[in-house]
């Protein structure tokens, strides 16, 4: 048997990968299939979900059955396929603009169901694939495809969102935390109930060199980490200094019934 995890799992067909050289969505990739098979996860029963854009390809490099296709509806796919065999494990990756803007209202009906699935976010800052404009996580000010000048609007703030929406799993982490990051992941896949694991990664291609004038993608993982506060940091700077910062860690983990499509929620005692 194989013993590196990434051959195991990997879809041999698929290989080599399209991503750029450097570029964090091969890493959260690798965090994935190490945190799986930490876990012994049986592939047959994963199904792995992307819409569109460079995050979105991460389930068709994985040996499992994966769904490819429509920008920002990855969660009405997953609602169906959950709904039609509990079975599944079902995972979505999604990039920060195919998660929270087009399917932004997906995703807060999602957290607010508690639909029993896994979403990783790659928070690239930006939307990759298309050129680098700007996202709705795009730090203020930044300059992107779109935005010459400065980004002039505030970010959202995808696990606060999550949490008020009632995700029942939310954590943050960057791609310079291998460890934290393969931790929550193994959290979040073990876990019953909407599941968010956002990964704050470089994009060397397009927001490094648009709003950090760097390609190189170890410059931009150490921008990140110098921008990122763990949560019990955070709680000692002042409100205004952390709105500047990626907070990382485990928000929230907590059990509430999950949303299984007939107008019975089960209890989490009877599921
Ligand atoms: C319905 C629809 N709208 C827009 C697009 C164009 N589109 C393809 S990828 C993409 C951006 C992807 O950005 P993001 O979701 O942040 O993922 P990344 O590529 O950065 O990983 C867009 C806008 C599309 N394919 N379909």
């Known amino acids: 048997m194989k013993t590196n995890p990434l051959q195991r799992y990997l879809r041999k067909g698929t290989l080599p990968h399209f991503y750029c050289a450097g570029c964090g969505a091969g890493q959260v990739l690798n965090y994935f299939v190490r945190a799986a098979d930490e876990l012994k996860l049986d592939f047959d029963k994963l199904v792995g979900i992307g819409g569109v854009g460079c995050t979105a390809r991460i389930p068709v490099f994985m040996d499992v059955e994966a769904l490819h296709g429509i920008h920002g509806r990855t969660l009405p796919w997953a609602t169906g396929i959950k709904l039609h065999n509990r079975e599944l494990k079902v995972v979505i990756f999604a990039g920060d603009g195919d998660a929270a803007s087009i399917g932004g209202n997906h995703f807060i009906h999602a957290c607010r169901r508690n639909l029993d699935v896994t979403m990783i976010v790659v928070n690239n800052l930006t939307f990759g694939m298309t050129g680098g404009q700007v996202s709705p996580t795009t730090p203020k000010a930044s300059t992107s495809a779109t935005t010459p000048y400065g980004n002039p609007e505030a970010p959202f703030d995808l696990c606060k969102v999550a949490v008020a929406a009632g995700a029942t799993f939310v954590a943050r982490w960057n791609t310079s935390r291998p460890t934290q990051a393969i931790r929550a992941i193994k959290k979040a896949l073990q876990h019953r109930g909407f599941s968010l694991v956002e990964m704050v990664c470089q ?69």
């Not at 490094?208 to 700077?237: F, H, Q, Y």
């Not at 409100?239 to 500047?244: G, L, M, N, Q």
């Not at 928000?251 to 599921?271: D, I, L, Q, T």
Request: charged fraction near 30%; charge should be negative; include cysteine.
């Open 203 to 271: 994009c060397p291609t397009q927001f490094g060199r648009s709003a950090l004038g760097s390609g190189d993608p170890l410059k931009l993982m150490e921008w990140i980490e110098e921008c990122s506060v763990t949560i019990e940091e955070a709680g000692k700077l002042p409100e205004e200094e952390v709105s500047k910062k990626f907070v990382i860690g485990n928000f929230v983990e907590k059990k509430e019934p999950v949303f299984e499509g007939s107008s019975v929620y089960r209890n989490m005692e009877n599921a």
